[in-house]
């Protein structure tokens, strides 16, 4: 058993979300001043698994039953005054729960290792809270589903931070912003980097690619953040063993996605959407998470000459 709320100081409490907040420990180790707010939050999960995130310098780090703890979370037990010996217990122990699935895991991380998909684990933007009502609104105005681990900001502009993770580990973000000013997103992000990985379930036989990281999150599909799939990419979305469907915005950029996907040999969907309907998270916000993907799987296709012709009558209509 690995407790680590008995590691945490005295002084903490509880919110309604789940966090237990104290003051941060992080913050003065990175060149800010003493955190006195308890900006520091620890969500425990199951099987004594938390994860950490410092709302005031952006520091995060978790940890998982049956892995080895990370250099971040080492660090940050290690700036909660919990002694050396003590980590390499946690340690120890963590590892004794290692399960088919860690082992899996592991030669998978082999794999991924050899194949150069591995990412570096990434803090998040400093000044964050938790999200607030509007921000709230915003989210389920978009069909969107609120058990993500999204932030607020508010400071230089208010926006939604988006937490980018890999193998449940953070590695990059995007911050939606909620003015009407552009640029609406600016994100951190590492090249080769496919959001949604860790929506997928291991029983699913088919991954569905989309552009954008709310076509991702309205239907955990996996989004490659661009108009177009990069060899990076493609090797991150082959490892995963799945039948991929690419589903592009129907606009002029979404086009060149259909071409790169026939390229790779992938089926693509582009299904006769409601006027007004441009990308998958229109579509979820009109038709339903499940609507949309009925309207998804039907209009599958596999074989070239059909996909063309489909682009085709999309580009006319694009055209008028
Ligand atoms: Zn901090």
């Known amino acids: 058993m690995i407790d680590v709320v008995s590691f945490l100081p005295g002084k903490r409490k509880q919110t309604a979300s ?12 990175r060149g800010d001043s003493q955190d006195k707010r308890q900006r520091g939050g620890i969500k425990p999960g199951t099987d004594s698994s938390w994860s950490f995130h410092c709302f005031n310098c952006g520091y995060t780090a978790s940890f998982v039953l049956g892995r080895t703890l990370t250099f971040k979370a080492r660090k940050l037990l290690e700036w909660m005054n ?7 217990r946690i340690n120890l122990e963590s590892l004794k729960h290692k399960s088919i699935e860690g082992l899996l895991g592991e030669r998978q991380e082999i794999v991924n290792r050899l194949q150069n998909i591995e990412f570096e684990d990434r803090d998040l933007p400093a000044e964050t809270q938790e999200l607030n009502e509007f921000a709230k609104e915003y989210l389920q105005n978009r069909c969107v589903p609120l058990d993500y681990p999204f932030l607020y900001k508010t400071m230089p502009r208010r926006g939604i931070v988006i937490p980018f993770t890999h193998d449940n580990q953070v590695v990059g973000h995007t911050t939606r912003f909620l003015d009407d000013r552009t640029p609406r997103y600016i994100q951190d992000i590492q090249p080769g980097y496919v959001f949604g990985t860790d929506l997928q379930k291991s029983n699913w036989q088919t991954a569905i690619v989309v552009e954008g990281v709310f076509d991702a999150l309205s239907i955990n599909g996996l989004a490659v953040l661009h108009a177009e799939i990069n060899d990076a990419q493609v090797r991150l979305i082959r490892s995963l063993g799945r039948e991929v469907i690419v589903v592009p915005d129907q606009d002029a950029a979404g086009m060149k996605l259909v071409d790169r996907a026939v390229e790779l040999g992938w089926s693509v969907s582009m299904p006769d959407w409601p006027a007004g309907v441009k990308d998958v998270n229109d579509a979820v916000i009109q038709l339903g998470r499940l609507g949309a993907l009925l309207t998804i799987m039907q209009a599958r296709e596999t074989s070239k000459i059909k996909i063309e012709l489909r682009k085709k009558q999309l580009v006319k209509r694009l055209r008028t």
């Open 82 to 88: 919990v002694p050396q010996e003590e980590i390499e």
């Open 18 to 29: 789940g966090w237990i907040s104290f003051n941060a420990p992080c913050c003065i180790h």
